[in-house]
């Protein structure tokens, strides 16, 4: 088991170095100078030029890469000008390792942007797992059980429906018509725990949550509903009812357990997926988190949080990906990792 | 698009046009609000907490970097007082005629306009209590030099201040405060004598208290408060209010009162009210939710203002008691066309393209009226010394029949195709496919060529395939010399690598001359009559095509007081002037 997590980890950093280096050459690819952005109205050549050497971005792709690479190791200074160093060392950040890099943009190390925009991402897919693995399962798992009848069609056809909405409609309709128009609940604002309590912590999360749910609950309906039914045809499962055991017992002890184990791969590839930002809920719903991180970044040519993010967003899937192999192990005996 | 700062110092016709504009979009439809020209002698309440909802975060709050009109008339109605500053007026002549602020007067000149002096009034203090000093304003005019940290501002100063240029990099010699180097270049240029600062320039500058009190590039800065590029989001105040806590890009941040300003240095009545108790900048939210909210009235709403525009989608929304809530006002920005004259090089066809441009067509397509007025300049109607340019005057539906016979004169193959580039968006689209339909009937052949994210950058290679491009401007002070001398001197754009912002390569030796006239001026009056010289000959050229002027819908809450926009706010909600029920 050992040896094979460190094989996979160290398989999942090349993937990550490879990563970053598609990103920066796909960033140098495209026409958009960066250093144009910075620069403001009325830039003349000259300090454009200024400008991109100021920013780094004169210097070669490759040159820009290793300097990054380095930086993951031994940390950076922004900006990285000895002069100014010399000069007037309080106007330089020192970004420590592991640096992803300075965000001129934003004016702060993307370590720093990552560090605030992570709580609130993971805040609202931990509230939205929980509430799609519940009603997910749940349902999906009555759908089963209820086969054939108006329960399950009811449940199935609900489901369909709400795979068919997009995040965008579901989270603008909630907070449309939930929230401004029915003034059922505050228009929501992410509230940390320390400033609202868990209460307010709860309360912030509710509609980000909801619209995330939604559209994973459906799926999970669906996929619940037909690992379950798969399960229980299994001999094992006959076996035991025909041991006389009762059915609440062979459905939670039997049939669940072999059913969760392809949920839990995708539990754990969803999870890692949200953690790397719901970009349109987070966009709707005004939540700073990873998602909108990504998406400022992206119409802000904010080459080094994009980096950043792609090479989190890619650490939590590989990892991820470890972990629900190493679940696999234990809910299911018959798995051996190595 | 760019869209900055413009306003004006206004010629009579200007006035009366910009007048008429305003009066045009408040009476549309029974739209207006109650206050439909924002009279500024209406005034709000004094108290509560005013909510100002904006979408897209703010680039800059630092003083010198600052760039974008709204944020301009933000804080200088809040936090960052100028030497002299504008007044709260709809009046265009009264509200862009600079007023004493933290100097006594409005500056005296010498030599022709380019030696300037200002005296700091007695008893102006920062928010810590300290006096603001001749020593902070010179202080915050070095850090417009410091261009490798100080990104993205305004940098007049760098081409107007007497220090040499520095051959090997072609920037001044003297690079901000930071590094030390030409420092004593740059002690000479400015220079404090007690409480009295003279400017000295290479160039008469006889607009420049109209640019001391349209950016912040000449505000005071503190040296102990100055952490370079880390001061990006901070505020230390010498106005009414001051920051609590942080600012947030992303979230913004709420202000206070500031017990260090004293109003009896200020003009309140005239230049800041400060009526709020307090005021929070709510950052974030899309356009839509904050017409959602502004049109429920709901919650926070209730005492909001926004600097963002009505979306067309949202004009059926705005009527009845709604619309009483709502304020129609000519912008300061232009759109325009350029041909590429690296492409079209015959003034026929290029002639042939503007008569058959139909700039009606692209208003209707984007909205109307609510969202655009005619334009017959590049250069806006409230800037000083505005004039319609002829060439643009008389119907603008465009005539396809008459573009055909100068095409026939011309002499060239029709159809006669083109590449129109443009910033692609669903309105955009529209628009671009309605100017299509006329040139096309005209005798072109037309190519609609939308672009994302890479827009500028791709219209400003000289290698471009586009032929006819489209710009968005304002100025950045009330002088036409912010506007067709940045877009059309060739010689401050064009570069081997890049048309800067002329975009289409426009050369010419009487314009540039003009141009040179007007920088060489002594008064404003020369300099204005350059610039509208100049204009004309643009016009002539056919260098640029106005589209129109985009028109400011706004919508505010139900309990707010005394809402005002000015040509001193770029024509946004005037924070100096605008208050809540508490």
């Not at chain 1, 797992?129 to 054939?148: C, D, S, T």
């Not at chain 2, 000519?330 to 325009?336: E, F, G, K, L, T």
């Not at chain 2, 050369?507 to 404003?524: I, M, P, R």
Request: charged letters at 20%; hydrophobic letters at 40%.
């Amino acid at each position: 088991m050992y040896a094979y997590v460190v094989r996979r980890l160290f398989v999942g950093v090349i993937m990550l170095i490879a990563m970053s280096l598609v990103t920066f050459v796909l960033f140098f690819a495209s026409p958009i100078d960066p250093a144009r952005y910075a620069c403001g109205k009325n830039c003349s050549p000259e300090l454009r030029e200024q400008t991109r050497n100021a920013l780094g971005y004169d210097k070669p792709v490759i040159v820009q890469w290793t300097d990054f690479l380095k930086g993951i190791v031994q940390g950076r200074d922004y900006p990285d000008d000895p002069e100014l160093r010399a000069a007037a060392p309080e106007l330089v950040t020192h970004c420590p390792a592991p640096c992803f890099g300075y965000s001129v943009v934003n004016t702060k190390t993307v370590n720093e942007e990552i560090k605030e925009a992570f709580p609130v991402s993971l805040s609202i897919s931990v509230a939205a797992v929980v509430l799609w693995l519940f009603f997910g399962v749940l349902l999906g798992v009555m759908a089963a059980i209820r086969r054939g009848t108006i329960v399950d069609r009811g449940i199935v056809a609900a489901a369909l429906v709400l795979y068919a909405f997009p995040s965008f409609f579901i989270g603008l309709f909630l907070l449309k018509f939930i929230a401004i128009k029915w003034e059922l609940v505050d228009v929501p604002v992410y509230t940390t725990i320390a400033e609202g309590g868990i209460g307010g912590w709860l309360s912030s999360l509710l509609l980000p949550a909801v619209t995330l749910a939604m559209l994973y609950m459906a799926g999970y309906v669906r996929m619940t509903r037909a690992f379950v039914l798969e399960s229980m045809t299994e001999d094992y499962v006959r076996t035991a009812r025909a041991k006389g055991l009762r059915q609440n017992k062979v459905l939670v002890k039997h049939t669940m357990r072999a059913a969760l184990t392809p949920l839990v791969t995708l539990i754990g590839l969803d999870f890692a997926g949200l953690m790397g930002g719901a970009i349109i809920t987070e966009t709707v719903f005004n939540y700073n988190g990873l998602g909108k991180l990504a998406y400022d970044a992206n119409t802000t040519n904010d080459l080094p949080t994009i980096i950043g993010l792609v090479l989190l967003l890619g650490t939590f899937v590989i990892l991820a990906n470890i972990i629900v192999d190493m679940l696999y192990a234990v809910i299911d005996p018959r798995v051996r990792v190595g | 698009m760019f869209k900055y700062r413009k306003r004006v110092l206004a010629a009579s016709a200007a006035i009366a046009l910009a007048a008429g504009l305003a009066a045009c979009g408040g009476d549309d439809g029974g739209e207006s609000s109650d206050n439909p020209t924002g009279d500024a002698a209406a005034t709000g309440e004094a108290g509560g907490t005013l909510n100002y909802l904006i979408y897209a975060p703010i680039e800059h709050v630092d003083p010198q970097r600052i760039y974008v009109g709204r944020d301009i008339t933000n804080f200088s109605r809040t936090v960052y007082r100028q030497l002299v500053t504008f007044p709260i007026s709809t009046d265009p002549e009264v509200s862009n005629t600079p007023v004493p602020d933290l100097a006594t007067d409005t500056g005296t000149s010498e030599q022709g306009g380019k030696v300037w002096s200002f005296t700091v009034k007695d008893g102006v203090k920062w928010e810590d209590g300290q006096p603001i000093t001749c020593e902070d304003f010179k202080y915050g005019a070095s850090r417009v030099f410091a261009t490798d940290v100080i990104t993205g501002g305004p940098n007049y100063l760098l081409s107007y201040l007497d220090i040499p240029t520095d051959e090997k990099t072609g920037l001044p010699a003297y690079n901000g405060p930071y590094k030390g180097d030409g420092q004593e270049l740059f002690d000479k240029a400015i220079t404090c004598d007690g409480n009295t600062i003279t400017y000295n320039f290479k160039k008469p500058w006889p607009d420049f208290p109209l640019a001391v009190a349209g950016l912040h590039m000449m505000d005071p800065y503190r040296q102990d408060k100055d952490q370079g590029d880390k001061s990006n989001f901070q505020i230390f105040s010498n106005g009414p209010y001051k920051l609590e806590g942080t600012w947030s890009k992303n979230k913004g941040a709420t202000l206070v009162r500031n017990e260090n300003y004293d109003p009896a240095t200020d003009d309140p009545d005239n230049i800041r009210r400060a009526l709020p108790e307090s005021i929070v900048f709510n950052i974030g939210q899309t356009t839509e939710t904050i017409y959602d909210q502004l049109i429920a009235d709901s919650g926070d709403a209730q005492t909001a203002v926004t600097g963002q525009r009505v979306p067309p989608a949202y004009y059926n929304q705005i009527e009845g008691a709604v619309a009483d809530r709502s304020s129609l006002q000519a912008s300061p920005y232009v759109d325009y066309l350029v041909p590429n004259f690296r492409n079209m090089t015959d003034p026929k066809v290029r002639e042939a393209l503007k008569v058959a441009t139909n700039a009606e067509a692209w208003i209707n397509a984007g909205g109307g009226e609510k969202a655009y007025a005619p334009a017959e300049s590049i250069v806006n109607p409230a800037v000083v010394g505005y004039q319609d340019n002829p060439a643009f005057s008389g119907p603008q539906e465009g005539d396809p029949e008459a573009a055909k016979a100068l095409l026939e004169e011309a002499g060239v193959q029709t159809p006669f195709p083109i590449t129109f580039t443009y910033p692609s968006s669903e309105t955009a689209d529209k628009q671009a496919a309605a100017l299509k339909e006329t040139w096309d009937a005209a005798g072109f052949d037309v190519t609609l060529d939308g672009l994302g994210d890479t827009y500028y950058d791709v219209i400003q290679k000289p290698n471009k395939e586009s032929d006819v491009i489209w710009g968005g401007w304002g100025a950045d002070w009330p002088s036409a010399i912010t506007v067709t001398p940045p877009l059309f001197d060739s010689r401050i754009n064009l570069t081997q690598n890049s048309d800067g912002q002329d975009y289409g390569a426009y050369k010419s030796d009487e314009f540039n001359s003009l141009v040179d006239q007007a920088q060489e001026a002594g008064t404003l009056e020369d300099q204005t009559a350059a610039l509208q010289e100049a204009d004309i000959v643009l016009g002539q050229d056919v260098a640029y095509i106005p589209l129109e002027i985009a028109q400011f819908y706004f919508l505010y809450g139900s309990k707010v007081t005394g809402f005002t926009t000015t040509p001193a706010s770029s024509m946004y909600p005037d924070l100096g002037a605008i208050g809540v029920e508490s």
